[in-house]
């Protein structure tokens, strides 16, 4: 299993209790909360719920890049597409 690209995971649409975001979305709605409320922000319950990663997971197991197993892979699948979000023009 090759690796996809950090702009090919930040594309990925995933269906949340909120609604549907890209993870790009996602990713940038979660910054804007621990920059609201650092000191209050709760990074199990982030959106009041604990399994908040596999709204993560679920679009790239869907697009075959990692299996339910390999969440380690997940991991780090979002942790290069974040660090990519660094390098995105504005």
């Known amino acids: 299993m090759s690796d996809p690209t950090p702009a090919q995971i930040l594309a990925l649409t995933m269906e949340t209790e909120q609604g549907v975001f890209t993870i790009r979305e996602r990713l940038t709605d979660l910054l804007a909360i621990v920059w609201a409320d650092p000191m209050g922000f709760d990074g199990k319950r ?13 679009p790239m197991i869907a697009a075959g890049f990692m299996t339910e197993d ?19 023009e504005a």
């Open 46 to 58: 982030p959106w009041g719920f604990s399994t908040w990663r596999w709204d993560f997971y679920n």
């Open 70 to 88: 390999e969440r380690e892979r997940g991991d780090h699948l979002i942790t290069e597409a974040i660090k990519a979000l660094a390098h995105e």
